[in-house]
């Protein structure tokens, strides 16, 4: 009797668990231009308490583009956006689009994002690549 409710409450527990890992979705449109790089994230969190940055998050690529490029840098920017951390140097990971030349169209990035606490992130971006003439500049929709 024991061993079956054990079994039982290990059995819901594994059903559950994918339900207990919480993912933020997050959607969103740009447009770029033919050829030419563009950020499509900027990926850096850091301390408040320590005005200390945090380990940088794991990206992982779900869907790479088919019409280009993405790429992953490591950078450091300074930020005044953490409250009493003024000239904070935060590192972080760029991701940047380049289409393929000449291509104008539509492509779409999708990739995973799991910050340093275990919170993750399904990003999925929609391109909209137009040549340099027909769209002023590359801009979030």
Known sequence: MVGERFFFAALVYLVMLPALAQVDRIYRGVRALSGKEM???????ASTRECKPLPL?????IAAPEHGLLTVRA???TTN???GCPNLKLRVQVLLYRSTPGYVGSDTVSFAVTFENGERQAHQISITVAKEGEASKAEEL
């Not at 950020?39 to 969190?45: D, E, K, N, T, V």
């Not at 998050?57 to 690529?61: F, L």
């Open 39 to 45: 950020q499509l994230a900027l990926l850096g969190r």
């Open 57 to 61: 998050p794991e990206i992982h690529v």
């Open 75 to 77: 950078g450091t920017v």
């Open 81 to 83: 956006q953490y409250q």
